[in-house]
């Protein structure tokens, strides 16, 4: 199953429900998406690259190894050099338990303009 950040709520619905009853499913998701999809509890992460921060690795890992019996489990696919280091650099500094700091944006209005159209999204549909 591939899925971007445009499904519609209903798409979107389809392809939870999906992936919830299948087992030996393979979902292909972008970071947008995967911040809006719940897709229950994956045996594997596999991240192209590895993520811009330590954060963003602790949330796609956490999305693994939920079930009794089951550990966490991420592969770095690593395209180049670069990318290896950045992996390698991502991984050190989790190990060590270092995470950024949260710094809210000072005026988020992009979220709130992000919501409001998720709102009337929902309101057309439900």
Request: hydrophobic share 45%; charged share 25%.
């Amino acid at each position: 199953m591939t899925c971007s950040g445009s499904l519609s709520v209903e798409e979107r619905r389809r392809a939870e429900e999906a992936f919830a009853q299948e087992r030996d499913c393979v979902i292909v998701a972008t970071s947008t998406l995967e911040l809006g999809i719940d897709v229950g509890d994956l045996d594997r992460v596999i991240q192209i690259g590895a993520p811009r921060s330590v954060a963003a690795f602790l949330q796609r890992i956490g999305r693994t190894g939920r079930r009794p019996g089951s550990v966490r489990n991420c592969l770095f696919l690593a395209l180049d050099g670069d990318a290896l280091l950045h992996a390698a650099g991502l991984l050190n500094l989790w190990q060590e338990g270092w995470v950024e700091a949260i710094v809210p944006p000072p005026e988020p209005r992009h979220i709130v303009a992000q919501q409001m159209l998720a709102l009337r999204r929902a309101c057309r549909t439900g």
